[in-house]
C-alpha cells in the first residue's frame, strides 16, 4: 500500500493534534546524536524527512512521530521515503530469472507459506509453476518430478571430440547448462607445453558454441575445474602450479565464455591447494579445496565468495586434522549443506553437514567401507545420495551407493546398485526428483574394457530402467558426468587412447518414451 504525500502530511498533522492535546509528551528517540535546533513554534521546525512530524518541544525541535509503514505482511520488507514520505513494500525475495516467480527465503520449500517465493529454480526461466514439463532435465512445473513420464535417456547424437587435433591430452572436469547452451570444462595439453585449463559451449545435438577458450592463461600447469551457472553467468574455480606449490582461482565467465573480471586469488600461503568444487546458493558462491597448507596432511578448507566477485569472509577450515581429506564437493539441501570428501588415511568416502555460512553443524562421518575409490553425489527429493566404486588391487565389480537425510543422517545402508560387469567405477549421480541418473564406466561388453552406462534408480536405490549404453569404442570411456539442460542430459567423458593419454567427449542425452527398453 503507498500513501500519498498529502496524506502523509494529514497524517502529520493529525498525530500533531493528538501530541499538542496529550501535553507535548509523545518525543520519540529519533534526534538522538542529532544537533538540537532552536524554535519557537511548530512551524520552525520543517524537516527534509517527510517520514517523521518535527514539533518545537521545550524551545528544540523534537520528532513527536514516525510514519508506520508496516503492511503486515511477512514476506516485504518496508520503510518509508525520506524525500516523498511514500511506503515502500520491498518483497523479500528476487525473481532472477524473470519468469514472474519469486525464488523461495533460503532454507525453505519452494511453495511453503514461510518461503516468500514457488519458483523451484530461479536461475532457469522455463523452470516455474504451471510451466510445461519439457524433456530437459529439470523440472519444469515444480512438482518434484524431473521430466516425468520418460524411462531412462539416450543418445541424441553422436559424441564429438571436445579437443582439435593440436591438443595431445586433456579430459573433462566440469559442465553445466545455461538455458541455452552446455558450458563445459576440461584440462588440456598441446605439444610440449603445460596444461591449461579451458571452456567450450556445446548445444544438445553436440553442436560447437564456443571452442576451446584458455581460460587459466598461465605460464605454469593449470588445470580446468568445476563449472555452475549462476541464472546469469558461469562460474568456474582451477588450480595453478606456482613456486611453492598450487594456488585455487576463481572467475565467472559470461555467455561467449569471456571473464567478467579479474581472476580472484582463493587460496593463501605455502603448500598445495588443490581439487577446488563449488557450490552456489542464490546470492554467494561457497568454495572448497583440499589443502596441506605446507604441512604433510591434506584437510578440506571453504572460503564465500560474493555475486560481485569478492571474497567474503576468511579462509574457513571444515575438516580436523585426523583424516588426510582429499577431492571435496559440495551440495544443498533446502536446509543444509553437505560437505564430501575423500579419507586418503582411511579410503572411505566421509562427509560432515556444514551451514549456509560453511559452519560446521556436525562432526566428520564416513559413509563407505575402506578401499573406496571415486565418488558422486546430489539432492534428490529429501534425500541425499551417494555413490561410489571400490577399489583395491583391481576395481570393485559394482557402484555403491547409501542415502542420507538433510542432517546427514544414514537412511539406507550402502549396498551395490550396479551389476553385471567385472570392473565398475567412476559413479555420477543426478537427482531427477522422484529419481535419479547414475552414470558409470564398467566391461560388462567386453572384459576389462570401459565404456560408458546410464540407468535411473528410485529413492529406493532400485533400479527404475535397464542399463543404456551411451558410449562403447575401441578405447576405453572412462570419468562420466552428467548434467542437466538440452534435449534431457548432457554426458562428458574421456577417451583414453593408452594408459596416459586421453581426450574429452560431449554428448547430448534425450529422453526414452514409452515402454522401458
Ligand atoms: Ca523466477
Ligand atoms: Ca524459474
Ligand atoms: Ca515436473
Ligand atoms: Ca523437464
Known amino acids: ?55 518545537c518541544v521545550n524551545a528544540y525541535c523534537a520528532t513527536v512521530a ?63 509453476p504451471g510451466a510445461l514439463e519439457l524433456c530437459d532435465g529439470f523440472d519444469n512445473n515444480c512438482d518434484g518430478r524431473v521430466d516425468e513420464g520418460a524411462f531412462g535417456y539416450r543418445t541424441a547424437s553422436n559424441a564429438v571430440r571436445v579437443t582439435d587435433d593440436s591438443f595431445i591430452n586433456g579430459g573433462p572436469t566440469g559442465l553445466a547448462y545455461n538455458g541455452s547452451f552446455f558450458g563445459l570444462s576440461f584440462s588440456g595439453s598441446k605439444s610440449s607445453e603445460t596444461y591449461q585449463g579451458y571452456f567450450s559451449g556445446y548445444e544438445s545435438s553436440a553442436s560447437s558454441v564456443i571452442s576451446a577458450i584458455n581460460i587459466t592463461q598461465t605460464s605454469t600447469d593449470s588445470f580446468g575445474g568445476p563449472v555452475l551457472w549462476t541464472g546469469s553467468v558461469f562460474a568456474t574455480a582451477w588450480e595453478v602450479r606456482g613456486e611453492q606449490g598450487y594456488d585455487i582461482r576463481f572467475n565467472e565467465l559470461d555467455a561467449r565464455g569471456q571473464k567478467m573480471g579479474p581472476d580472484l586469488l582463493v587460496s593463501k600461503g ?59 564437493t559440495l551440495l544443498r539441501s533446502p536446509s543444509s549443506n553437505l560437505l564430501l570428501f575423500f579419507s586418503a588415511t582411511t579410503q572411505q568416502v566421509c562427509g560432515r553437514m556444514l551451514d549456509s555460512d560453511m559452519t560446521p553443524t556436525s562432526s566428520e562421518f564416513c559413509l563407505s567401507a575402506e578401499g573406496a575409490s571415486n565418488y558422486s553425489a546430489d539432492w534428490v527429493n529429501d534425500r541425499f545420495v551417494v555413490a561410489w566404486s571400490l577399489e583395491g588391487e583391481q576395481p570393485g565389480d559394482s557402484i555403491w551407493a547409501t542415502t542420507i537425510d538433510a542432517q546427514g543422517k544414514v537412511t539406507q545402508a550402502s549396498r551395490a546398485i550396479t551389476s553385471g560387469a567385472n570392473f565398475a567405477r567412476s559413479p555420477s549421480v543426478l537427482g531427477l526428483g522422484d529419481r535419479f541418473a547414475l552414470a558409470w564406466t564398467d566391461d560388462r561388453v567386453t572384459y576389462g574394457h570401459y565404456g560408458v552406462r546410464l540407468s535411473t534408480y528410485g529413492l529406493d536405490l532400485a533400479p527404475a530402467t535397464t542399463v543404456q549404453t551411451l558410449a562403447e569404442t575401441a578405447d576405453d570411456c572412462i570419468d562420466p558426468t552428467l548434467a542437466s539442460g538440452g534435449l ?24 526414452n518414451y514409452g515402454l522401458p527398453q
Open 66 to 128: 514516525r510514519k508506520d509503514c508496516d503492511d503486515q505482511v511477512f514476506c516485504t520488507s518496508d520503510s518509508c521515503d525520506e524525500s516523498s514520505g511514500e511506503c515502500l513494500h520491498q518483497w523479500k525475495t528476487n525473481d532472477n530469472d524473470n519468469d514472474g516467480y519469486y525464488a523461495p527465503l533460503p532454507g525453505t520449500t519452494p511453495g511453503a507459506p514461510d518461503s516468500c517465493g514457488d519458483d523451484c529454480n530461479d536461475t532457469m526461466a522455463s523452470v516455474h
Open 270 to 328: 605455502a603448500g598445495f591447494s588443490v581439487q577446488p568444487a563449488l557450490l552456489w546458493n542464490g546470492s554467494q558462491y561457497s568454495l572448497v579445496w583440499s589443502d596441506d597448507n605446507g604441512g604433510d596432511v591434506f584437510r578440506i578448507f571453504g572460503r564465500k565468495i560474493s555475486a560481485q566477485r569478492e571474497l567474503s569472509g576468511d579462509i574457513l577450515e571444515l575438516t580436523e586434522l585426523q583424516s588426510d581429506a582429499r577431492t571435496p
Open 1 to 55: 500500500m503507498l500513501v500519498s504525500w498529502q496524506n502523509s502530511k494529514l497524517l502529520g498533522f493529525l498525530s500533531l493534534l493528538l501530541v499538542q492535546c496529550g501535553g507535548r509528551s509523545g518525543i520519540l528517540d529519533e534526534d538522538a546524536g542529532v544537533p538540537k535546533v532552536p524554535c519557537k513554534q511548530d512551524s520552525d521546525c520543517v524537516g527534509d524527512n517527510q517520514c517523521i512530524t518535527q514539533a
Open 488 to 511: 534431457g542430459l548432457a554426458l562428458i567423458y574421456r577417451e583414453r587412447t593408452d594408459g596416459k593419454t586421453g581426450f574429452p567427449y560431449f554428448v547430448g542425452l534425450t529422453c
